[in-house]
């Protein structure tokens, strides 16, 4: 695998939608043709090489291409977007859309991402050795698709509204967790290893919560349906199991009504 690295040479004036940051639109591309791919900035231009130092040559496709990202990138948005193969390592906190519509491949932030990170992913990797912001795999504002596909992993907290409209795919958060998880989901699983706030799995059609620590209020329309015993990312554990969202139309299967649940640790 053939690897660019890119190194914030100084802080832009205003934020920098680097959607050229990943494999996808690297592949075959030598040092300073990279340098001179275009990044927007505000209603203005610029090159990657005005920003960014660039070393490495793309590799013959997107699979064979490995973007390493270095330094402090808070105002440095899209990186790894629209990703399908290959991979993307982020040394440093990066600004919004971290791995937005990925398709393949894996991306590793090892410090803290910003909101609306892999929205409406399909699917790849992406492991959060920080925090992650608000709508975390969520649906584009206006859309009714989040996430479907792939596993997020954050080893830190994340923010409030992961999973909006998620409908598959796999996030485990291991911290904490703000309000609004899996609202409107129509599939897909979430754990959280931490402690949550209120309101998880509000609206949501289908799909599971996994919980480890406390959560400040159960939603209403969660029905507590019986104990029982799970294995949820190599833990075997006691579980409280809750159907719901009641106040949703939910769809049958063999006459029988599918529910989102929420599994709560004892």
């Known amino acids: 695998m053939d690897t660019v690295t890119l190194t914030i040479k100084e802080q832009p004036p205003l934020y920098l939608e680097a959607e050229v940051f990943n494999p996808d639109a690297l592949a075959g591309k030598k040092a300073d043709e990279i340098a001179e791919l275009p990044l927007a900035m505000g209603n203005t231009t610029c090159k990657v090489g005005d920003y960014f130092t660039v070393t490495g040559n793309g590799g013959a496709t997107a699979a064979e291409t490995k973007v390493v990202v270095n330094g402090d990138l808070i105002k440095v948005k899209y990186i790894g977007a629209h990703m399908s193969a290959g991979e993307v390592v982020i040394n440093g906190n990066a600004d919004m859309y971290v791995g937005a519509w990925m398709t393949g491949g894996k991306i590793t932030a090892k ?89 998880l799995g509000g609206q949501m059609v289908r799909g599971e919560i996994y919980l480890f620590g406390s959560v400040d209020v159960m939603m209403p329309g969660y029905n507590y349906v019986g104990d029982v015993e799970l294995e949820v990312e190599g833990v075997k554990a006691k579980f409280a199991e809750y159907i719901g969202d009641t106040g949703e139309r939910h769809p049958k299967s063999k006459g029988q009504m599918i529910y989102g649940k929420i599994y709560k640790k004892k």
């Open 111 to 199: 410090g803290n991402i910003g909101h609306f990170a892999a929205t409406a992913m399909k699917g790849g990797e992406i492991l959060v050795e920080g925090n992650a912001g608000n709508y975390l795999a969520a649906a584009y504002r206006g859309d009714w698709r989040g996430m479907q596909g792939g596993r997020i992993h954050v080893k830190g907290n994340a923010g409030s509204d992961i999973g909006y409209y998620m409908m598959g795919g796999e996030i485990v958060v291991d911290g904490n967790v703000d309000v609004h998880v899996m609202t409107h989901a129509d599939g897909g699983k979430t754990v959280i290893k931490g402690n949550a706030k209120s309101r």
